[in-house]
């Protein structure tokens, strides 16, 4: 009975040690190529999902390093890319109203007259 209720654990444990080593690694490659490149943009996050996934399959032969190299490029691209469109969404969601006004209708005449649907200044006196 005992050993039913500790194979769950077990699986647990070694899942999350294999999501440990592969946050790991692709948090030392990000910041190595942080340095390395001097800037941050998304392709150190695809290229650190590339090199984490091809160091991980190492072991199971070049193909396997490819083909793992590539799912995670796609992945790190493809969320990368949506982490650009929200951005982009909330940014344009957010945009602040122009200060003044634009329409030239608006606007003072040049002899000091006030816009249209304006008090004067001499009213108030």
């Given amino acids: ?9 077990r699986n647990t444990l070694g899942s999350l040690g294999s999501f440990a080593a592969w946050g790991g ?11 390395l490149r001097g800037k941050e943009d998304p392709w150190n ?14 072991r199971s032969g070049p193909l396997a390093m490819v083909g793992s190299a590539m799912m ?5 691209a493809l969320i990368e890319g ?17 200060l003044f006004l634009e329409d030239p209708s608006q606007m003072p005449s040049k002899e ?5 649907g304006y008090p004067s200044y001499q009213q108030y006196h």
Avoid: E, H, K
Avoid at 112 to 116: D, E, L, Q, V
């Fill in 25 to 35: 690694l692709f948090s030392t490659i990000d910041c190595g190529l942080v340095r």
């Fill in 112 to 116: 000091g007259a006030p816009a249209p």
């Fill in 1 to 9: 009975m005992r050993s039913r209720t500790q194979a769950p654990w």
């Fill in 82 to 98: 949506v982490g650009i469109l929200l951005t982009r969404y909330t940014a344009q969601q957010f945009r602040n109203a122009p």
């Fill in 45 to 58: 996050s695809i290229t650190s999902g590339a090199l984490t996934g091809a160091v991980l399959a190492a």
């Fill in 72 to 76: 995670g490029g796609i992945l790190l």
